[in-house]
């Protein structure tokens, strides 16, 4: 069969820099979609392993996909070069150490197509993929999302769902309107390397969406990264990056004109989370760290962060005694029940096992981590 057609239903870009343990498993899952009319964008970013040759081979198999070899540039530029070639009236973006189930793209293009206006972001929830270094230990366990909304009714902006901003940024678990990205003149932020492009990617079209629709329902495998060995040091540069970030994105929603008080919200829950895994990490020993956290604090609005019912009295504490402004009692009423909701929530989503495990998690980082209850 030929897929000669000029404007192929979906343009998958897979922004590729070494990793040929698990490049086979990627293009497979990409190739073995049951919606068939797709273009497969591998974009080599300048790789030294064998990542280029196994790209070679699937392209000589399979004649939707284009090979892009280049000069190393970095995530973000490497995914804007896939933008600019695609094709597709929708956009996919796929992380080659992440995997696919089958009927991804036909699943999300067909709810796209049930709505009678052109839908800007089409977005799911996904599966978390663990322990993946020991087939023994390896599990598919549901992401943030799933169970925490409900599949679309009619197309909405990112006011009525500000959950979406709240957990991983997740940018793969979704497809974009290429007109849409076009129109809107959404890039990634070119930084070095990984460069964690993704979060203002994250803002950059959901907070310009007019129309999103969300699916409760999950087709993409994002491979987790491990735990760090016990111990080990993190270096100081990976430490700051997600604060910086979040300042990248406190100002992108800035000149949004974001004015939405559950956007803000969802907003800092994400920079609490971040100043949450830096600390446990040991970033509150470095005082380019600790500045980088303050600085953060220091954007969020006070009333904001003092009324958030998702943030715990020792974060609301915390953060009075960083930026010292004037603090008020800290109710635990509001933190208690939104612990409870997240409870069933996890129940939903994974189970009496999964939610205990969840728990369980919880309890274990915060009895490895002193320096995290600074901030829980």
């Given at each position: 069969m030929s897929f000669e057609s000029t404007s192929p239903c979906v343009s998958v870009i897979v922004p590729i820099y070494n990793v040929g343990r698990f490049l086979d498993q990627c293009l497979d899952s990409i190739r073995s979609q049951t919606l068939r009319d797709i273009e497969i964008l591998c974009l080599n970013d300048g790789s030294t392993d064998n990542s280029l040759a196994i790209i070679k081979r699937h392209a000589a198999q399979d004649e939707?996909?284009?090979?892009?070899?280049?000069?190393?540039?970095?995530?973000?530029?490497?995914c804007n070069r896939g933008i600019d070639q695609a094709k597709?009236?929708?956009?996919?973006?796929?992380?080659?150490d992440d995997y696919l189930l089958p009927d991804m793209y036909e699943a999300l293009t067909s709810f796209a197509e049930a709505f009678f206006e052109p839908i800007d972001v089409v977005k799911e929830a996904w599966f978390d993929v663990l322990a993946w270094d020991d087939p023994a230990t390896e599990r598919?366990?549901?992401?943030?999302?799933?169970?925490?909304?409900?599949?679309?009714k009619a197309p909405q902006a990112i006011e009525a769902m500000p959950v979406l901003l709240e957990g991983h940024p997740a940018i793969w678990s979704a497809l974009y309107r290429r007109e849409f990205l076009v129109e809107c003149g959404i890039?990634?932020?070119?930084?070095?390397g990984a460069g964690w492009a993704d979060n203002p990617f994250l803002i950059d079209t959901l907070c310009q969406a007019r129309t999103?629709?969300?699916?409760d329902a999950m087709h993409y495998c994002y491979r987790n990264e491990l735990p760090p060995e016990t111990g080990?040091?993190?270096?100081?540069?990976?430490?700051?990056m997600p604060l910086v970030r979040w300042k990248d994105m406190t100002q992108a929603l800035r000149a949004y004109g974001t004015v939405d008080r559950a956007v803000w919200q969802a907003h800092y829950q994400r920079g609490f989370n971040y100043i949450d895994d830096v600390i446990a990490q040991g970033g509150w020993e470095s005082e380019r760290v600790k500045g980088a956290i303050v600085d953060d604090m220091a954007l969020m609005e006070r009333d904001i962060v003092l009324d958030h019912p998702k943030l715990s009295p020792a974060k609301k504490r915390f953060y009075v005694e960083q930026?010292?402004?004037?603090?008020?009692?800290?109710p635990v009423f509001p933190y208690a029940c939104h612990l409870?909701?997240?409870f069933a929530v996890r129940l939903r989503a994974q189970g009496c096992i999964g939610a205990a495990r969840a728990l369980g998690s919880f309890a274990k980082r915060k009895a490895a981590s002193p320096d995290a209850d600074k901030v829980e």
């Open positions: 939707r996909i284009r090979v892009i070899d280049k000069a190393n540039e970095g995530y973000g530029a490497t597709g009236t929708y956009v996919a973006i796929v992380e080659p598919r366990v549901p992401g943030y999302l799933y169970k925490r909304l409900s599949t679309s890039r990634f932020n070119e930084y070095p999103i629709v969300y699916l080990a040091a993190v270096a100081e540069e990976r430490l700051v930026t010292g402004c004037e603090g008020k009692s800290f409870a909701r997240e």
